[in-house]
């Protein structure tokens, strides 16, 4: 899977929006990409994922660059219990694909009260 | 709807005991893996399987061995635990859907091995 880049770091305040950037500028046109995050001492948890269009769900909003090279993940009105380590993962979308998701350090982010 | 559990959640062992990581999952998923992780690190895959019977080498496999007898189980083996095996272990499954894949994990089990 193509690599992404990802801020080590963001602080953000409580109940004000949150976008958490990736770079993916050797993303291929058939890599979906995801968004994944980690809450302290817990397993990861899926956020949202898309492939070329903007995507929203209850927990999120994805918004992908016109030529998918990087893509801004959006925390409408972060809360306490956001802060988590945010992964950015691209996946291949081919039959032969096992599914497995390649983890980098992530984006830790930071919310105050 | 329990999705995937993990046990044991926490073990300490010492360098060159046995033990075995059992996962299980409720939502009839094809694909199951696992991984480990290391402090200040991302997960790292260690074996995964498409499907009952099967099973394949991930990132870093070695020193482990994986069986998945049923569909709903994988099984992560440590033959002679190290010191370096000292981790977070989470589980996770999925259906098989290629790019669009979504992984459900558990809630891990920290082994220290001594």
């Known amino acids: 899977d193509a690599k992404t880049t990802q801020p080590n770091s963001m602080e953000s305040n409580e109940e004000e929006p949150v976008h958490l950037p990736c770079n993916h500028s050797?993303?291929?046109?058939?890599?979906?990409i995801h968004w994944y995050r980690q809450l302290p001492s817990q397993g990861p948890e899926y956020v949202i994922h898309?492939?070329?269009s903007n995507v929203n769900n209850r927990m999120a909003s994805l918004a992908i660059a016109e030529d998918r090279k990087s893509s801004t993940l959006i925390l409408h009105r972060a809360t306490l219990r956001d802060a988590a380590v945010y992964y950015c993962?691209?996946?291949?979308?081919?039959?032969?694909?096992?599914?497995?998701?390649?983890f980098g350090k992530g984006t830790k982010l930071s919310v105050k009260p | 709807n329990a999705g995937v559990t993990q046990t044991p959640k926490f073990r300490v062992l010492k360098t060159g005991q046995s033990m075995t990581l059992l996962c299980a999952q409720d939502?009839?998923?094809?694909?199951m893996y696992w991984y480990r992780q290391d402090p200040g690190m991302g997960l790292r895959l260690i074996h995964y399987?498409?499907?009952?019977?099967?099973?394949a080498k991930g990132e870093v496999p070695d020193g482990y061995n994986v069986s998945r007898l049923k569909k709903q189980n994988f099984l992560l083996g440590l033959e002679s635990a190290a010191p370096s095996q000292t981790s977070v272990y989470f589980c996770?499954?999925?259906?098989?859907?290629?790019?669009?894949?979504?992984?459900?994990f558990g809630a891990g089990s920290r082994l220290t091995v001594l």
């Open positions: 996770a499954s999925s259906y098989r859907r290629a790019g669009a894949n979504v992984l459900t």
């Open positions: 399987s498409v499907g009952e019977g099967t099973t």
């Open positions: 050797t993303i291929s046109g058939t890599d979906y």
């Open positions: 993962i691209l996946r291949m979308n081919y039959g032969g694909s096992q599914g497995n998701l390649i």
């Open positions: 939502m009839n998923h094809e694909y």
């Open positions: 898309g492939l070329t």
